[in-house]
Each structure stands twice: as C-alpha cells, then as structure tokens.
C-alpha cells in the first residue's frame, strides 16, 4: 500500500541530545514537508524540500536540520539547540507539479525527559 | 498579518445543524485551497479541496471560494457527533516553492 511512514510513534529525549525522526513515502511524490504541532495549536512549517538535495527552512526551522538524499526519505533532526522540542512532529508529502494536497504520516510525539 | 487565519473556536453546534468553519489568507497568487480534518491525537486527513471561485459539494461537505475577498469556507450540513475534530485550512502559498502553509485551526464541537 502507498503511504507516508513516520518512526518511531513515541520518542523521548534526554536534555542536550539530538534525536532523528524517520519519515519515508512510496507515493513517488516531489515534495515533502515536516511540521510541529503543539497542544492545541495548529501546524507550523519547519522545513520543506521540492526535490533531492533541495530543502528550504520554513518558519521555525531553527534547532531543526534535514537531508534530502532520496526522493523517498527526509529525516529530521532535532538538535540540542532545540530549547523546547516537547511536540507532536508530522511529516507530510505532495506531488510538486498539479494538485498540490499533502497527505500525512501517523506523527512522532516527541517528549524531551 | 498570518498568511492562513482561522478562528480558534470552538464552534459549537447541535446534531443536525450546519457548521460553517471560514478561513482567510494573505497571499493572492494562491491558487489551491486545502480542508483537512484533525481528530485528537491523529494526524489530519484531507477532506476537501477547492481550486474555482464558487462552491464545492461533496456529499455533506461544500467548500467555497472567493478570490477576490481572499476567503475560503468549509460547510458541514447534519452535522454529527463524529464530525467533532479541529478543521485546518491550508494553503500552497505561491513564489515557485511549493510552501504548504496551515491556520491554527478551528475546533468544531456537534453536541447530541
């Protein structure tokens, strides 16, 4: 089945450490895109990437990297510079050319310990 | 200004009501709008798109658009216990990057 795979579903983090999240897709889509969500919050972009070695910060990107090495695969990594990286982590991808809705992974709740 | 607005809600509503959910964004290139809904805990599932001024019907969901006053809506008709989620709106914003942005969403409570 197509889909977005987002790993690990829960994830704890020990202050000054840098943790990776997984996010893979077999849609074949261009684009994908990582957000937060804090509790009762909506959506913030923390990075974007159209295509392979290609990505652009989004507006909370700092304490936050990734890579683009394969179109399937876009990791993020948060950073010891994350100061408070307690949040609900979701990536999400989209064809880049035509109808441009992202469909979502399961999320990765982050809880720094 | 935010580039997507939503009001925060809640928005509440009797069982068989219509819920109206609005949404405004900032850039006028836009071209695609986006509604997705969000149960707790989960991450949102598209519902709704809508590319052409006017409305949009999908069973009993329409959305509608108007360009020119920069404003997208999401009606829910007979509305249920089980439509109780937040509603995002979202919004590619234009300029080549494919930049998916979100509004804070609107938290939509159908009460019996």
């Known amino acids: 089945d197509g889909g977005i795979t987002q790993s690990p579903k829960y994830l704890f983090r020990k202050e000054g450490q840098n943790v990776t999240l997984s996010c893979e897709q077999n849609l074949n889509h261009d684009a994908m895109y990582w957000y937060r969500q804090d509790p009762g919050q909506g959506l913030r972009l923390i990075y974007y990437?159209?295509?392979?070695?290609?990505?652009q910060k989004g507006d909370i990107a700092e304490g936050y990297s990734v890579s683009r090495e394969k179109k399937e695969s876009f990791p993020l990594t948060v950073t010891s510079a994350q100061k408070n990286p307690t949040a609900f982590y979701l990536c999400a991808s989209s064809a880049f050319q035509g109808h441009t809705e992202a469909f979502f992974g399961q999320g990765t709740r982050l809880t720094v310990v | 200004q935010k580039e997507v607005e939503q009001n925060s809600g809640p928005l509440s509503v009797p069982e068989g009501a219509i819920a109206s959910l609005n949404c405004t964004y900032s850039d006028r290139g836009s071209q695609s709008f986006f509604w997705y809904r969000q149960y707790s805990g989960k991450s949102p599932e598209l519902i709704m798109f809508i590319y052409s001024n006017g409305d949009k019907e999908d069973g009993r969901f329409t959305a509608q658009l108007n360009k020119a006053s920069q404003y997208v809506s999401l009606l829910i008709r007979d509305s249920q216990p089980s439509d109780s989620a937040t509603y995002l709106c979202?919004?590619?914003?234009?300029?080549?990057?494919?930049?998916?942005?979100f509004g804070a969403g609107t938290r939509l409570a159908v009460h019996p």
């Open positions: 990437s159209q295509i392979v070695n290609d990505f």
């Open positions: 979202a919004v590619p914003i234009s300029g080549g990057y494919n930049k998916l942005i």
